[in-house]
Each structure stands twice: as C-alpha cells, then as structure tokens.
C-alpha cells in the first residue's frame, strides 16, 4: 500500500492478520509509523513489524532500532540504501528482474524467509 494511514482510518485493512511498517530513517518517516504502530494495536492487528528501509549508515539504523524500542515495536529487518532500487525505476523495470543481486534485493529476500519460517 501507499505510504499513508488513509488505510488505517478507512479500515482497508480490517482483514490482515499481519503489518509491515516501513520506517525510514527520518523524523516524519518514524513519527508516521509510530501512528500507524498505534492504529495496528487500537485494530487488535495480530502481528505488527517495523521494517528499516533505506538505511545508509549504522548510525541510521541504530536511530531506527532505537525508535523501535521506545515504541515497542518489534523491528523485522533492515533493508540498506540501493543504488540498484532507483536504476530500475528509472529503467521502468522491477529492481528484481533488473537487479536481482544488489543489497536491498537481497535483504528482502531474507526477510521474506524469516516471515515464512
């Protein structure tokens, strides 16, 4: 879904047993998913995940698992800052059929496995 707790507040999503919060490592990223981390638990969501997108440094993701923490909400994984992601987009192709190797493709990969597991 697009980034927005539109869906939240239209209950779009009444019928999940799980959310994925997507949490960048910027102040109106985390604040946006710390609404949207409330708004799973108010819904009685089963299972709610943060997962770190875009991450550049180790300073960033510590900055995300530590907004985690404070909130409570459990972070799934870390997806790194890929080059590869906007080179696809700009070739209007899937950054997994263009760029099936790079970091970020790897990443979900794994954290598609340990959702699975």
Do not use: W
């Not at 707790?5 to 102040?27: Q, W």
């Not at 819904?43 to 510590?62: L, P, T």
């Not at 909130?71 to 760029?99: F, H, M, N, R, T």
Request: charged share 30%.
């Amino acid at each position: 879904m697009e980034a927005s707790i539109e869906h939240m507040s239209r209950g779009t999503v009444r019928h999940i047993d799980t959310l994925l919060i997507v949490l960048e490592p910027y102040y109106r990223s985390l604040e946006a998913g710390g609404r949207l981390f409330r708004l799973a638990t108010e819904m009685s969501i089963k299972q709610v995940f943060g997962v770190a997108n875009k991450v550049r440094s180790d300073q960033e993701e510590s900055a995300i698992r530590h907004y985690c923490e404070e909130k409570k909400l459990s972070l799934l994984g870390v997806i790194p800052y890929d080059e590869g992601v906007g080179k696809a987009d700009s070739e209007a192709k899937a950054v997994i059929d263009a760029y099936p190797e790079t970091p970020a493709v790897k990443a979900i990969e794994r954290l598609v496995t340990e959702m699975l597991a």
